[in-house]
C-alpha cells in the first residue's frame, strides 16, 4: 500500500468523510526529503461541525503523528465541514511549486 493509500485509510476510518482527497505533491518541492514527503489533503466531514481551523488541524496532526516522524515534511491541509465545502464550490485548491522547485 502506498503512502498516499495508507493516509487515506486512516482519514476513512477517523472522520467517515463526505469526500476525501489527498495528493502526493513531493515532485513540486526541491527539499531532497523523498518521494512521500508533501501531500495536500483535503477532507469534507460532519466531523469538523463547531470546530475552527486549528482545531481540525490538530486533529489530522494527532492521526498523522508517527507518519510526520517518519517521512512526511509537510501537510497541506483543507479541511471542511460538508455546507463549508459546497458554499467553496467543491473546488480544489491550489497547490504552489516550492519556491527552490526547479533551481
Partial sequence: MSKK???????LAEFEPHF???????????SGR????????????QFFEGM???SRHRKLYQL?????????HALA????TPEEWKNAGEEFPH???????GQ
Fill in 64 to 72: 498523522f503523528e508517527a507518519d510526520l516522524q517518519n517521512g512526511i
Fill in 34 to 45: 523523498g518521494a512521500d514527503s508533501h501531500f495536500k489533503v483535503v477532507v469534507v466531514s
Fill in 77 to 80: 491541509l483543507h479541511l471542511y
Fill in 5 to 11: 493509500e495508507e493516509l487515506i485509510q486512516k482519514i
Fill in 20 to 30: 476525501v482527497n489527498v495528493e502526493n505533491e513531493s515532485h513540486m518541492h526541491s
Fill in 95 to 101: 497547490s504552489p511549486n516550492c519556491l527552490g522547485h
Fill in 52 to 54: 475552527n481551523k486549528v
